[in-house]
């Protein structure tokens, strides 16, 4: 049984650091790229970084210099270090795992966990 659990979130002042952690499981024989999305109050849910299964990275320019993100196969564990937060960086921010397996393709997602950047 697949799980994707999003955890770190929490309410900071500007300026300050938080890092989130996905830790997914259930996958068998399967490629994975691993994403961090972030959805605001009355917007759409948009990428804020990608990394994929060799490690390869991308971000949004809004986030660009500020966000890492990495990963710890060992662990079936993605990150995001978050620096310099400013308030519109407050979201909802979700983790989504794409696998390419043997037999399928999935694309899964967390139930997210709350950013808040007050100013």
């Known amino acids: 049984q697949v799980q994707v659990v999003e955890s770190g979130g929490g309410s900071v002042q500007a300026g300050g650091s938080l890092r989130l952690s996905c830790a997914y499981s259930?996958?068998?024989?399967?490629?994975?790229?691993k994403s961090w999305y972030r959805q605001g109050p009355g917007e759409e849910r948009d990428v804020v970084s990608d990394?994929?299964?060799?490690?390869?990275?991308t971000y949004a320019d809004s986030v660009k210099g500020r966000f890492t993100i990495s990963q710890d196969n060992a662990k079936n564990t993605v990150y995001l270090q978050m620096n310099n937060l400013k308030p519109e960086d407050t979201a909802m921010y979700y983790c989504?795992?794409?696998?390419?397996?043997?037999?399928?393709?999935?694309?899964?997602w967390g139930q997210g966990t709350q950013v808040t950047v007050s100013s």
């Open positions: 989504r795992v794409r696998a390419m397996c043997i037999d399928y393709e999935a694309s899964d």
């Open positions: 990394i994929d299964s060799s490690g390869s990275t």
């Open positions: 259930g996958y068998i024989d399967c490629t994975l790229d």
